[in-house]
Nanobody
Framework: QVQLVESGGGLVQAGGSLRLSCAAS????????VGWFRQAPGKEREFVAA????????YYADSVKGRFTISRDGAKNTVFLQMNSLRPEDTAVYSC?????????????????WGQGTQVTVSS
């Protein structure tokens, strides 16, 4: 079993930055790919970014490419999402998820474990 806990969300002005953290329990977490997803009110959950178990491969949604960076610290069992140049349309609940089969999917349905999410609000 893996438990994921997100933190780092909050209220920020447009153009500002936040760094989200996804802390995991379980020693096998270092072998799992991790994705970040977000869901705005009234919208479907959407893919934001993902990172392979080694950290060697990263993937981004076009809407965040060049502004967001995903990374991981194996020693701390934590995955980060650095968000810069935030826009009001980035406002959403951000959740991290772990995939246990060695893939790095963009589909939320391929992920096995989920955190509860953290709210990010960007004011204009």
């Amino acid at each position: 079993q893996v438990q994921l806990v997100e933190s780092g969300g909050g209220l920020v002005q447009a153009g500002g930055s936040l760094r989200l953290s996804c802390a995991a329990s379980g020693r096998t977490f270092s072998r799992y790919a991790v994705g970040w997803f977000r869901q705005a009110p009234g919208k479907e959950r959407e893919f934001v970014a993902a990172i392979s178990w080694s950290g060697g491969s990263t993937y981004y949604a076009d809407s965040v490419k060049g502004r967001f960076t995903i990374s991981r610290d194996g020693a701390k069992n934590t995955v980060f999402l650095q968000m810069n140049s935030l826009r009001p349309e980035d406002t959403a609940v951000y959740s991290c998820a772990a995939e246990t089969r060695g893939m790095v999917p963009r589909s939320q349905y391929e992920y096995d474990y989920w955190g509860q999410g953290t709210q990010v609000t960007v004011s204009s």
